[in-house]
């Protein structure tokens, strides 16, 4: 399937982990040499982030994007999935 650049904003992401809806495309990294899309840029989770001065950006790698929909861009990002599981970092 392809897509314009413009399109690929206009598309919500979707992590199929937990299907928790991540945004939308906020900009693109392109290898420069090969002129391929290397990964997808999303803001940060967050809307009033900006007010308190904190930007972030979420980066998917291509290959983790499963599917390119009409509508949505499925990605599987089991880093991004949140759990209510205790885990001790002490050690």
């Known amino acids: 399937m392809l897509a314009k650049t413009s399109e690929l904003r206009e598309r919500e992401v ?3 982990i937990d299907g928790k ?3 939308f495309t906020s900009d693109l990294e ?5 002129g391929k899309i290397i990964a ?3 803001p ?3 809307r009033f982030r900006w ?11 291509w290959r983790q994007i ?3 929909g009409s509508d949505v861009i499925l990605v599987e990002l089991p880093d991004q999935v949140e ?6 970092l002490s050690h």
């Not at 392109?30 to 090969?34: A, F």
């Not at 308190?52 to 790698?61: H, Q, R, S, W």
């Not at 759990?83 to 001790?88: A, F, G, M, P």
Request: aromatic share 2%; proline share 8%; charged share 20%.
């Open 14 to 16: 979707i992590n199929i």
């Open 21 to 23: 809806k991540l945004g």
């Open 30 to 34: 392109i290898d420069p040499i090969t």
């Open 40 to 42: 997808l840029v999303l």
């Open 44 to 46: 940060a989770p967050g």
């Open 51 to 61: 007010l308190l001065g904190k930007t972030g950006e979420v980066i998917i790698p």
């Open 66 to 68: 499963k599917k390119l």
């Open 83 to 88: 759990t209510n599981t205790y885990v001790d």
